[in-house]
């Protein structure tokens, strides 16, 4: 059989029917922003592969550094040992999180680091005493597939299958210039049940839901209020952290910091799966006890993998060098010049930006969800020109690794503007 036979015959791709689907592209190589196919082509990767890579594929300087930790130490158990990649990393990652946040607990992906978040929200509360069962969530959200983070993202038809099996939680509406006002009156009622454990939130802008952006002032004000009546806050900042938003957290545009922090996606730059969930001292203070019982009890056989924190470690090296920040802003600057040039064109939804995001939702008939037949376009019109731009239905988003250049940005929009003449 040939590669596509035997990807067909052995393999069940993520988020793809099983049938009446073209197959797969054969990626063989990879460098810059570039994929580099079997049969030749060279694919610019607008969509950083799922959010993932910040720097570049294939970078030389992460890839030296995964080589020496390979012939090094590959893995160890992280229960009763530790390593110096895992606690290089941590103190990386402290000193550019929120100042509040003081412990790094690792898991190995984006929906991980969230199940972690929740279960150490609940525990806090297990042990203290208190009987706190009760979540908040923003309608829309997305926070993985586990069943931790199914439970605390939209009720949809992603969730439907396992709907029965899912804890319930109090979702507040997405929050529009419309309805700041009701919404926050609705969240300040659910924290004066004072049944609250825990209020989750994608800081500023959702994700999977169709790059939605909120307020940043009102979630401060509802983190301030949560916090003010014991409700511990979790940010997941799976896909806005590291740069995404412009800032390197989500959170650095807010004055209320959360109480636990939940990383993964760029974590590594895109190079090897690792997840962090992060906290403050008093969440770390209710598990201060020689008790076996009020032991976090959570880990995963890959907790804090050596390789992992490795390129992790490079990434953040990388990040925080100027020429990354410029980049950001560049990029930055390039996306709020598009979104201005576009803001009245014909047939266009929205619109919108923030850092290195770029939203653009066209109108449709009829579904605008994430099973709008607009994806059957929108995917293969900009594959057939050689960039990847994975559609949420109705929309496209741009978001590059940091080392694209302003020409393949120029061939990104200009691929988007020629759609613009199809509608």
Same mark, same amino acid.
């Given at each position: ?7 067909? %015959? ?10 009446? +689907?073209? @197959?797969?592209?054969?990626?063989? $190589? ?7 196919? /079997? ?25 030296? &550094?995964? %080589? /020496?930790? +390979?012939?090094?130490? @590959? ?10 990649p895992a606690i290089n990393l941590a103190e990386n990652l402290l000193s550019i999180l929120p100042e509040?946040? $003081? ?7 984006? =929906?991980?680091?969230? /199940? ?34 199914? $439970? ?11 709907t029965n099996h899912l804890f319930d939680v109090e979702f507040i509406d997405f929050p529009t210039s419309?309805? @700041?006002?009701?919404?926050? /009156?609705?969240?300040?009622?659910? +924290? ?16 999977? $839901? ?9 979630? !401060?004000?509802?983190? *301030? ?38 990383? =993964? ?7 090897? %799966? ?15 006890? &020689? ?12 907790? %804090? ?23 950001? *802003? ?9 979104? #201005? ?15 290195t995001i770029l939203a653009i939702e066209f109108e449709t008939e009829n579904d605008s969800s994430y099973?709008? #037949? ?9 594959? #057939? ?21 302003? !020409? ?8 988007? #503007? @020629? ?5």
């Amino acid at each position: 059989m040939n590669w596509q036979d035997k990807d067909k %015959a052995y393999i069940w791709h993520p988020f793809t029917p099983l049938l009446g +689907v073209s @197959e797969p592209l054969c990626v063989t $190589s990879a460098s810059g922003v570039h994929l580099q196919t /079997e049969d030749g082509r060279k694919i610019i990767d607008a969509n950083s592969s799922w959010w993932v890579n910040l720097h570049g594929h294939a970078h030389p300087y992460i890839a030296e &550094k995964v %080589a /020496e930790q +390979v012939n090094t130490l @590959e893995h160890v158990i992280f229960a009763g040992f530790t390593h110096k990649p895992a606690i290089n990393l941590a103190e990386n990652l402290l000193s550019i999180l929120p100042e509040n946040q $003081s412990k790094i607990f690792y898991s190995d992906n984006g =929906s991980t680091a969230v /199940e972690v978040a929740i279960k150490m929200a609940f525990q806090f509360w297990y042990n203290l005493g208190q009987d706190k069962k009760r979540v908040i969530a923003i309608d829309g959200a997305y926070h993985g597939d586990t069943f931790g983070s199914m $439970s605390v993202g939209e009720r949809s038809d992603f969730t439907k299958p396992f709907t029965n099996h899912l804890f319930d939680v109090e979702f507040i509406d997405f929050p529009t210039s419309a309805n @700041e006002s009701s919404v926050f /009156e609705r969240f300040k009622t659910l +924290v004066d049940s004072n049944e609250i454990a825990s209020f989750i939130f994608e800081p500023i802008i959702q994700g999977a $839901s169709g790059m939605r952006i909120y307020n940043a002032e009102l979630l !401060d004000r509802m983190i *301030q209020y949560a916090q003010d009546h014991n409700v511990i806050c979790i940010a997941d900042e799976v896909m806005t952290g590291f740069g995404r938003t412009g800032k390197l957290f989500a959170s650095d545009y807010l004055e209320h910091k959360p109480d636990i922090i939940c990383l =993964s996606k760029g974590l590594t730059g895109g190079t090897m %799966a690792l997840g962090v969930t992060s906290c403050t001292n008093a969440i770390v203070d209710a598990f201060m006890s &020689k008790d076996l019982y009020k032991t976090f009890l959570h880990g995963h056989s890959f907790t %804090a993998n050596p390789i992992a924190c490795a390129s992790a470690n490079a990434s953040f090296e990388l990040l925080t060098k100027q020429e990354c920040q410029d980049n950001i *802003q560049r990029i930055t600057n390039q996306h709020e010049r598009f979104k #201005e040039k576009h803001k009245l064109t014909p047939k266009l939804k929205d619109i919108r930006s923030l850092g290195t995001i770029l939203a653009i939702e066209f109108e449709t008939e009829n579904d605008s969800s994430y099973f709008s #037949e607009m994806r059957n376009r929108l995917y293969p019109f900009f594959l #057939e020109r050689d960039i990847l731009l994975r559609p949420l239905g109705n929309l496209i988003y741009v978001i590059p690794p940091y080392i694209i250049s302003n !020409d393949e940005l120029a061939k990104v929009y200009d691929a988007i #503007e @020629e759609f613009f003449s199809t509608l």
